[in-house]
């Protein structure tokens, strides 16, 4: 890890990583480092990953405590930026095996905005999201550096759990569950 200002750490691989900046219609207009982006809030691309497995289960992860931003909340499955020049669901499919060792097919199930501003780091989020479901019932295998553990939750124990303790979880799940999470299951058809 590399302290680069105030009492935040940041490792090599954040300082190094590269942002695609966009418009409101998902354009591309430029590149930012992934650093400065978020520490001014610039709209740029993302994904989000929700991967359930047969029983209906969401696989959850709660980010590692050493992340840049919203360090230790529960979130979705995975989430990452494409790198300039890379298609976003190979993001996706890359991120998801760095993350949690394993890959899946993926389908976009929808695309998003949002803006979100963390207390503590005092980073922004400020993303057009690409939101991407799989199905997955294997083992998982979290990378410790991202991931500080996973588990598997049913829909209706994620809504209780947003319920009684929201500041739990990363500001986009609130969104993403509030959106996709109906009934007993996770809504994919909306595309």
């Excluded at 940041?10 to 990583?17: A, G, K, M, V």
């Excluded at 966009?22 to 929700?50: C, M, Q, W, Y």
């Excluded at 991967?51 to 979130?75: D, M």
């Excluded at 980073?123 to 553990?149: C, R």
């Amino acid at each position: 890890m590399t302290r680069l200002s105030g009492s935040q750490d940041y490792s090599i691989q954040d300082q190094r990583e590269t942002v695609i900046l966009v418009d409101t219609e998902d354009n591309v207009i430029g590149s930012s480092g992934k650093l400065p982006a978020h520490r001014t809030g610039k709209l740029h691309r993302a994904f989000s990953i929700l991967i359930t497995n047969p029983q209906g289960e969401l696989l959850l992860q709660q980010r590692a405590t050493q992340k840049y931003h919203f360090a230790g909340r529960w979130s979705n499955t995975c989430c990452g930026h494409p790198r300039p020049g890379e298609k976003t669901r190979a993001a996706a499919e890359r991120r998801l095996y760095e993350e949690l060792g394993f890959t899946v097919p993926l389908t976009k199930i929808a695309n998003l905005k949002y803006r979100a501003h963390d207390p503590v780091s005092g980073l922004i989020e400020h993303e057009h999201l690409h939101v991407f479901w799989g199905q997955y019932a294997d083992t998982v295998y979290p990378n410790p550096d991202e991931v500080s553990s996973c588990r598997w939750m049913l829909p209706d124990r994620i809504r209780r759990s947003l319920a009684f303790c929201p500041d739990m979880f990363t500001p986009w799940f609130v969104i993403l569950a509030s959106k996709f999470i109906q009934g007993n299951g996770i809504c994919r058809d909306v595309a």
